[in-house]
């Protein structure tokens, strides 16, 4: 769990430098020289001209924006995993099992957001095993209806994209839930 702050924090720059590559603030000429980093007795020399064009740049930056959302979706089910463990109480519905609680709900969501991502970080795509987890999911319920409400049923195979979630800001407020359960 110690790594969720840093996580998120990292989601955060990411979707900045985006925001900053996309309305065009950014001097890709200052940032595209050449630069040696030294750590010790190795030395990682990166080239300059990495960028042909601004639209490279900005396609970079979506992709560091996506491999950080992905690890902050791996980082939140691990935290998940993490207090499992610690108290002993699963969230995680069994196998076969169709997700009921509220907490299966999150838990079962959590996991596949995260599995998208950590089977391939580059170009994610719902992997949901199990014909129990291709369903509707309801976190954070208010009476009869949810403030996150994700329908995962036809998503199987399919490339991952924001808005099936509802939006990037979903996987924080999962993390915000999250928190009522560790803490």
Not at 55 to 66: I, P, R, Y
Not at 89 to 109: I, Q
Not at 119 to 136: F, K, L, N, T, Y
Not at 150 to 168: N, R
């Amino acid at each position: 769990m110690n790594y969720l702050d840093s996580a998120f924090a990292q989601l955060a720059f990411a979707a900045k430098l985006y925001d900053c590559a996309e309305r065009e603030k950014v001097d890709i000429a200052e940032l595209d020289k050449p630069l040696t980093l030294e750590d010790g007795r190795s030395a990682w020399v990166l080239p300059d001209n990495l960028f042909s064009s601004y639209s490279d740049f900005q396609l970079a930056c979506a992709n560091q924006l996506s491999v950080a959302f992905g690890a902050a979706a791996i980082t939140l089910n691990r935290c998940r995993e993490e207090d499992e463990q610690a108290s002993g109480k699963l969230l995680r519905a069994a196998y076969r099992d169709v997700p009921t609680s509220e907490g299966e709900h999150f838990a079962e969501l959590v996991y596949q957001i995260r599995n998208a991502f950590a089977h391939d970080i580059s170009e994610p795509r719902w992997e949901i095993r199990g014909v129990a987890r291709r369903r509707p999911y309801f976190v954070d319920r208010v009476g009869d209806t949810a403030r996150i409400i994700v329908d995962l049923t036809d998503l199987h195979g399919h490339a991952f994209e924001y808005a099936h979630i509802g939006g990037i800001d979903t996987l924080h407020r999962l993390r915000e839930f999250g928190r009522r359960y560790w803490g």
